[in-house]
């Protein structure tokens, strides 16, 4: 047993019975998040049922020094919630109240363990939704959410996470309740929330979180294109972001992805295409139907193939199952799959989906892209087998090359994941020794402990020296005189 | 158009050393903001020039002394604009300034506030060292968010070096509509408003009118302007600069009057403070200029469940933290400027 029986015993005396699991069986379904390729039994599980359980639980943990690691609803894809073997993997699904929906004040109280659409579905009746919808919406918890700064598939419109928090408690490491922010647009001091928002559960547990909440817009549509090239529906975006449209969701998927997901949906794709954009238009009715129209045109200008509008509601919401859809769908065409997570400037995105394909044939894996395009959120799905020796070490290779490449451009290692354990050492290439020692400092300010999510998202810098760190300044790699293949 | 990253850099790691105190100025047009400061005077406005502009990236970066005029100008001639409509308070403002004081202006509530904007910033700390954090890209969520922290810590944390935004098209249309309203009506109205999904850009209530701002396409401005009734505003655009740059009679001061910003739910019933007031976003921002005792503001401001800033005007207690939030606070100050240098406040 990897926890002390004196801390098991003491952890039981603050707990009720059903909230502290520690049996190997119980334990089982908390060893990894939604990146399942990294495993780990927690030392023990926790669950409390409320706030003052969840403080309890962290002054004995900062006492006795045993590192915590919170949990949402184990939706991430980073391994942001991975256990510690010697650690409380703090389980905060049970606190899942919504406290208080405010129509008048715009925004809604929950407990962190809402799940997102939960809050969206209760916002309704009042004309209202929650905007950030990452595509495990049905699961995935707002606590989850804040600590990861979700988006979706509106955050080019809407904004991601740290845009709809107004206000957050959280729980210290020393188990001290801050307030933050509440039912206004703003605090004094520093910007707290936007350091929180992304943070990945290493400077505090978010207790209560208050959120904007949006009208319902009037109309939605959304409109079909195909291409024959990539690099056409590129353009196609920056033309309509260039012509003073924001649409709600612009995403782009390719030939791979298509295939894979019509196979799964039947949502009507043209499976022939090079890839296809869906744009959807939200707002005043008038509004979005002169919208569609200027979509089409520029579409037919820059030479789609093909432009279909919904027809109904049922048809719009067919065309986006099919793209929630595609991650699963892909994940049909091989017994595993990575899912990268980039972010490049929209516009050289057709030198980046060439340099994808040319090592996916290097690396002999298959490679299917889903785009955020409006925002230059890539997301491409490398296809592998587990079983196979060697495969996953290849995957996470070319998976390296695939986040260098982003760096290379511009880019991040991770619009919307986060960086977990996951892309730890993609880390020490994005920053440099000074950024990770200021981030190292900043979380010192929050947890001087670091028993908070520790080996999470920042590396140490004898970790990076380790990795043989390579940190890309500006878009230039060191040596830039040298070919990279 | 000059790069003085290397001399600003110097200059902070001088004094790194010494621990004598560095007054950062831009354009120095809001150095009312945040009350008086000591130390030598540092010049970051030398540092300036428009790095990259991609209007189909919806993406600009600049070097903190660029004046925002220059910034606004250029963004104009692609039909583009920043956002939230920042505050200038004065012709000389630069785009670190603005970013530092955090400020936002009337389209705030409805098109996000200046740090939502923000990608990505350089920056040199309290020791001297250039950093970069963020970048150029709309989603980014690799280490923590230090841009974002930036924006309104008035140069506490850091030098600002460089700054990315995210940036918008213009709104093709827009209309201005006046109500004659008391403010707990204007207030209701506004909730009203903000259940539906209408093209309103700004909303403020001054001198017993509301006024509302519609920006959006011709065919949605017309249909609100049907649906939601009111007068038609002529140069309506005068009275929306005249709110922004607080040169609208209103924000007149006497000698010991106060300019406050009351911060809090936007539904919260009209504060019943001595003094005159008025507000925007909806009612979340709220303005009231008083010669009363800070103690009733910040405690009116939190008992509406929200928060006070004394704005212009000499006084004490600027703002109001909680000792936890405070405490956390001088943390961070310190993990960031280790001798407490950068923008020291005076006694």
């Known amino acids: 047993m990897a926890m002390s029986v004196e801390f098991l015993a003491a952890l039981r005396r603050i707990m009720p019975p059903d909230a502290v699991l520690d049996t190997a069986e119980s334990l089982r379904p908390y060893e990894c998040d939604g990146l399942t390729a990294y495993r780990q039994l927690p030392g023990v599980v926790c669950l409390p049922h409320t706030v003052e359980q969840v403080q309890a639980v962290l002054l004995l943990c900062h006492r006795l020094k045993v590192p915590v690691v919170p949990r949402g609803a184990g939706t991430g894809l980073s391994g942001g919630a991975l256990p510690h073997e010697q650690g409380v993997l703090l389980g905060l699904a049970r606190l899942d109240r919504i406290i208080e929906i405010d129509p008048l004040n715009r925004c809604a109280v929950v407990q962190p363990g809402v799940r997102n659409l939960a809050l969206s579905e209760a916002a309704k009746p009042y004309g209202f939704y929650y905007a950030p919808d990452p595509s495990s919406q049905i699961a995935c918890t707002i606590g989850g959410n804040v600590a990861e700064n979700s988006g979706g598939v509106h955050c080019l419109k809407y904004g991601l996470t740290v845009h709809n928090v107004i206000g957050l408690k959280i729980l210290t490491m020393q188990g001290e309740l801050l307030e933050i922010g509440g039912k206004t647009l703003d605090a004094p001091g520093y910007d707290l929330l936007a350091v929180l928002c992304g943070s990945e559960g290493l400077l505090g547990v978010v207790v209560e979180a208050t959120v904007r909440l949006l009208p319902l817009p009037e109309r939605a549509q959304v409109v079909l294109a195909a291409f024959d090239d990539v690099a056409l529906a590129g353009e196609a975006v920056g033309r309509i972001l260039s012509a003073g449209i924001i649409p709600a969701g612009m995403e782009m998927m390719d030939n791979l992805a298509i295939r894979a997901a019509e196979d799964f949906v039947h949502a009507g794709y043209p499976v022939d295409a090079a890839a296809i954009l869906l744009v959807e238009l939200d707002g005043e009715n008038r509004e979005v139907s002169e919208q569609i129209f200027q979509v089409r045109t520029m579409m037919l200008e820059i030479g789609a193939t093909e432009v279909q509008t919904a027809r109904d509601e049922a048809e719009r919401l067919l065309f986006w199952k099919g793209r929630k859809a595609a991650f699963p769908a892909v994940g049909r065409m091989a017994p595993d799959y990575y899912c990268m997570d980039g972010t490049i400037p929209r516009r050289r995105l057709p030198e980046v989906l060439t340099r994808i394909a040319e090592l996916s044939k290097e690396y002999d894996l298959p490679v299917a892209n889903v785009f955020h395009a409006g925002d230059g959120n890539l997301h491409p799905l490398i296809l592998y087998d587990a079983n196979q020796p060697g495969e996953l070490a290849r995957t996470e290779a070319l998976g390296s090359r695939i986040l260098q490449l982003c760096i290379e451009v511009g880019g991040t290692i991770t619009g919307e994941h986060g960086v977990g354990v996951e892309k730890i050492d993609q880390m020490c290439v994005q920053f440099g020794s000074v950024e990770l020692a200021q981030f190292h400092a900043l979380r010192a300010a929050f947890d001087s402990s670091g028993l908070l999510n520790p080996g999470k998202a920042v590396p140490t810098l004898h970790r990076c020296a380790e990795f043989g760190r390579m940190h890309v300044h500006g878009g230039q790699l060191p040596h830039p005189q040298l070919e990279r293949f | ?347």
């Open chain 2, 1 to 347: 158009m000059a790069d003085c990253a290397m001399q600003l850099m110097e200059a902070v790691h001088a004094v790194y050393a010494s621990g004598s105190p560095l007054n950062i100025v831009g354009g120095g047009s809001k150095a009312f903001c945040g009350g008086e400061r000591v130390g030598e005077p540092l010049d970051a406005g030398v540092h300036c020039g428009i790095v990259s502009y991609e209007p189909s990236e919806l993406v600009l970066t600049a070097r903190a002394g660029t004046p925002l005029k220059e910034i606004e100008g250029l963004l104009a001639s692609h039909g583009q604009t920043l956002g939230c409509e920042p505050p200038y308070f004065g012709g000389s403002a630069t785009l670190g300034g603005t970013v530092a004081c955090g400020f936002s202006g009337p389209r705030r509530p409805y098109a996000g506030a200046l740090r939502d904007f923000v990608l990505g910033a350089r920056i040199i700390n309290g020791k001297g060292e250039i950093l970069s954090f963020g970048g150029q890209v709309m989603k980014n969520v690799a280490g923590f968010d230090v841009s974002r922290l930036m924006v309104g810590a008035q140069g506490t944390l850091g030098v600002l070096l460089e700054v990315s935004l995210k940036v918008l098209p213009r709104t093709a249309h827009e209309l201005t509509l006046r109500y004659l309203y008391s403010e707990p009506e204007a207030i209701a109205r506004c909730a009203e408003w903000a259940g539906r999904p209408l093209p309103v850009s700004a909303t403020a209530w001054l001198d017993g009118a509301l006024y509302v701002r519609l920006s959006g396409s011709q065919v949605a401005v017309k249909a609100a302007t049907q649906s939601m009734g009111g007068e038609i505003v002529l140069q309506g655009e005068d009275f929306w600069l005249g709110l922004r740059e607080q040169t609208h009679a209103f924000f007149r001061l006497e000698p010991a009057q106060c300019l406050w910003r009351l911060s809090i739910p936007p539904g919260a019933p009209a504060l019943k403070l001595e003094g005159r007031t008025c507000f925007e976003w909806g009612g979340a921002q709220r303005w009231l200029v008083s010669d009363g005792a800070p103690d009733g503001i910040h405690d009116a401001a939190l008992g509406a469940g929200g928060y006070a800033t004394l704005f212009r005007g000499a006084g004490q207690e600027r703002i109001r933290l909680s000792p936890g939030v405070a405490a956390l606070q001088q943390r961070i100050k310190q993990a960031f400027d280790p001798a407490g240098i950068l923008n020291v406040r005076g006694p």
